[in-house]
């Protein structure tokens, strides 16, 4: 069956029932959405405060390849497998973009036997997070133009703004736009864009909120753009804007209950992109089910050059978390991928290509275990087509590397088929403690932060930008310099060319723009070609999708 028809089959429980059984949760503190999913009360989020912190395991993976990795169903087939052993334990997953389920993926919730379900809700609008999250975007996007069509108190430079407008779709043709058109009653004529929700800025400061105040101060914190002497910062609380935000933004704030295949509760919030944001779930669902379960496996977006860092430097720094573990994910077809072999022929053995596109593999394990400090176990996602002697070679070459290896059949058997790879987390985190660093120190200059991530994990021998964007930076170090770095990167190479693949070193990573996040608390940079609004590839997942006179969804996987 496909991954919707093995969803579709699922036993589900009611939500309200499971989260009662498996963590003492009462009906009160839960608001349901029908059967199977529930917002979580924040009074009984912090109700939990003096509870003990369980382990939090993060699983990332090798660079993405068309291929795919498989790193949700990963996390969830481990925490199917590591409740089987009766290691009481919580998944956190981000919510889907409607952008790349009706682009490339088609779906964003695990796969085979390793899913959280119900999987058509969660890939398409689920709670209505991400609507709320967009609405409240583009409420500061219309009072910022309506403060200029009314007068302009604040002394906003049009030319200046830095807030666009956002939707939760990919749309390469919204990236540039002028808004205003149609004469002086429709506003004041200027350039303007949209960006993906998951790119907001609003998207990131929900991730990283830890109650309502501190959700409504972020917002405040917003810089829209700058007034007409080109330095003096305005703010979304100069509009008096934040309140209205926060006000839209009221349930979205909760965490999201809903359940594995397995039937295990999972937790799922939140969910900006890893190449062009932070790629971690909400600060909020990972505390709390760090105060419920004993083990907590969380996922950070595309490959640990960007997912896990910016959950260590970013995520980890903000919220004082301490991961205690690693699972870094591989396929032997991605590594084939990797080393040389066109998507048509991986289902071929390539004993060669797995040997020459290993090197990616070994760089992202010696950058999690000697960068990030952390004790790292190798997954290699089973497909059907891996032979025994690319297996053979994958694990001897790990062996050589130093790291615990462990092969998982979780997409074919699910949480039966990760046992071992559970056993092994659990064994590297009793016998090797975590040395948790950070990549940089925070009281480097910007650009120096810029430098190391560049120079240490994507092996760059330099990092170029014009002289206004240094300019920038260093104007921003006075009152910004402490924040960390978000890079907006290819998420297909460790080189800002996302036809590189292995492990390319000496090159040079060119920041193209830097945009400052001072709601979110943090600097983007964006490298290369990177763009904050993707688009449609020529033929969409959207064209397969479809849903019959019974209301039964066809086309995600």
Same mark, same amino acid.
């Given at each position: 069956m496909s991954d919707i028809e093995i969803?579709?089959?699922?036993?589900?429980?009611?939500?309200?029932?499971?989260?009662?059984?498996?963590?003492?949760?009462?009906?009160?503190?839960?608001?349901?959405?029908?059967?199977?999913?529930?917002?979580?009360?924040?009074?009984?989020?912090?109700?939990?405060?003096n509870q003990t912190d369980g382990q939090l395991v993060l699983v990332t993976a090798i660079s993405p390849t068309p291929a795919g990795e498989g790193k949700t169903t990963t996390t969830v087939g481990l925490g199917d497998a590591m409740n089987r052993l009766g290691k009481k334990t919580i998944i956190c997953l981000r919510e889907p973009s409607l952008g790349p389920c009706f682009g490339v993926k088609g779906g964003a919730?695990?796969?085979?036997?390793?899913?959280?379900?119900?999987?058509?809700?969660?890939?398409l609008h689920f709670t209505g997070d991400f609507h709320a999250i967009g609405v409240a975007h583009n409420l500061l996007s219309a009072l910022i133009d309506n403060h200029i069509h009314h007068g302009n108190e604040l002394d906003i430079d049009p030319r200046r703004i830095q807030w666009k407008r956002v939707v939760d779709m990919n749309d390469r043709a919204l990236r540039d736009i002028v808004v205003g058109m149609g004469g002086v009653a429709n506003g004041y004529l200027r350039e303007d864009g949209y960006d993906i929700v998951v790119a907001s800025e609003v998207m990131a400061i929900l991730c990283l909120a830890?109650?309502?105040?501190?959700?409504?101060?972020r917002l405040g914190r917003i810089v829209i753009g700058y007034k007409s002497d080109k330095v003096t910062p305005v703010y979304a609380r100069d509009l008096h804007a934040q309140g209205a935000m926060a006000a839209l933004l009221k349930d979205a704030i909760k965490p999201n209950l809903v359940q594995t295949l397995e039937n295990n509760v999972a937790i799922i919030h939140g969910g900006p992109f890893a190449n062009i944001a932070h790629g971690c779930n909400t600060v909020m669902a990972t505390k709390t089910a760090l105060?419920?379960?004993?083990?907590?496996?969380?996922?950070?977006? #595309?490959?640990? =050059?960007?997912?896990?860092?910016?959950?260590?430097? &970013?995520?980890?720094?903000?919220?004082? +978390?301490?991961? !205690? *573990?690693?699972?870094?994910v591989a396929t032997v077809r991605a590594l084939k991928f990797h080393g040389g072999v066109a998507r048509e022929d991986l289902n071929h053995e390539n004993l060669l290509a797995v040997e020459h596109g290993f090197v990616n593999l070994a760089r992202h394990y010696q950058n999690i275990t000697e960068h990030y400090g952390l004790p790292c176990v190798v997954c290699i996602n089973h497909f059907t087509f891996d032979t025994a002697a690319e297996i053979d070679l994958l694990q001897a070459k790990c062996a050589d590397l130093g790291a615990s290896c462990v092969v998982s059949k979780h997409w074919a058997a699910g949480g039966a088929g990760a046992e071992g790879l559970a056993n092994a987390v659990v064994n590297i985190i009793?016998?090797?403690?975590?040395?948790?660093? #950070?990549?940089? =120190?925070?009281?480097?200059?910007?650009?120096?932060? &810029?430098?190391?991530?560049?120079?240490? +994990?994507?092996? !760059? *021998?330099?990092?170029?930008?014009?002289?206004?964007?240094?300019?920038?930076?260093?104007?921003?170090?006075?009152d910004y310099g402490r924040f960390p770095i978000c890079m907006a990167k290819t998420q297909m190479s460790f080189s800002t060319n996302p036809t590189i693949k292995g492990a390319p070193s000496g090159h040079t990573v060119e920041i193209r723009d830097v945009r400052l996040a001072n709601g979110a608390g943090f600097v983007v940079a964006?490298?290369?070609?990177?763009?904050?609004?993707?688009?449609?590839?020529?033929?969409?997942?959207?064209e397969r999708i479809d849903i019959d006179d019974d209301g039964k969804i066809t086309g995600l996987f």
């Open positions: 969803a579709q089959n699922a036993n589900m429980q009611p939500i309200i029932g499971l989260a009662q059984e498996q963590y003492g949760i009462a009906a009160e503190h839960l608001d349901p959405i029908g059967h199977y999913k529930a917002k979580l009360s924040l009074e009984y989020v912090k109700s939990l405060d919730a695990g796969g085979g036997y390793a899913q959280v379900v119900p999987m058509e809700d969660i890939n830890t109650s309502r105040s501190d959700l409504k101060a105060k419920l379960a004993d083990y907590v496996v969380t996922e950070a977006g #595309f490959g640990a =050059d960007l997912g896990a860092e910016k959950f260590v430097d &970013i995520k980890c720094r903000m919220a004082g +978390l301490k991961p !205690a *573990a690693v699972v870094l009793d016998t090797h403690p975590s040395d948790f660093t #950070f990549v940089y =120190d925070e009281n480097l200059s910007l650009w120096e932060k &810029i430098e190391a991530i560049a120079t240490k +994990l994507y092996g !760059a *021998a330099a990092v170029t930008a014009n002289a206004k964007i240094k300019a920038q930076l260093a104007a921003w170090n006075t964006i490298a290369g070609d990177m763009m904050t609004m993707p688009g449609l590839p020529k033929i969409p997942a959207a």
